[in-house]
């Protein structure tokens, strides 16, 4: 079975397209891990470009199946800057990303043709020059076994490329195995067969 992953970027990257009718838009791509690294990354950016009339933004944070996103126009038209930015993100399958596009007025009105593409466009060009890595999607779970059984679990683990990440020694034993999530259901039912059950999941 083919372990599952997601797509993320490496490192910060920023990305100053040609002047449409005057207005400047500099595009932001930054790795971000929740809701607090958004806050943080995105009030250094307004710090930083103070002086600009809007900073537009989009992020997903989470695995595939299990994203969180979220996107603002901040005073552009509706739906004019913030969801054609997340647009693209999300066509791109990266997560755990935030894109800013900062926009320095030039005068000239775009309308919402010319901003849906100018955002569209900053947020294109930016994605374009990313590090990407690929992050395993991973989950774990508790076993109990008896200490005959030590050397078998460990070889099982070996078969899935799982890992102890905490290992117990009382009466019996207590790991905690961590493994791709998509192993897990396959490593569940081998665990059982065999071991005739003397292993419990908890």
Known sequence: ??????????????????????????????PIKDEDDFKLELNKIRKKYHDARHHCYAYIIGDNDNANFKYSDDGEPSKTAGLPIYNVLKGSGLRDILVVVIRYFGGTKLGTGGLVKAYTLGAQAVLEYLDIVEIEIKTSIKVKFSYDLTKQIYHLMSNYDAKAENEEYGNDVLFTINMNIAFIDDFKAEL???????????
């Open 1 to 30: 079975m083919k372990k599952q992953i997601y797509k993320t970027i490496s490192k910060s990257f920023d990305y100053e397209i040609d002047k449409i009718k005057g207005s400047r838009f500099i595009a932001y791509a930054i």
């Open 192 to 202: 059982i067969e065999k071991t005739d059950g003397k292993a419990v999941i908890i």
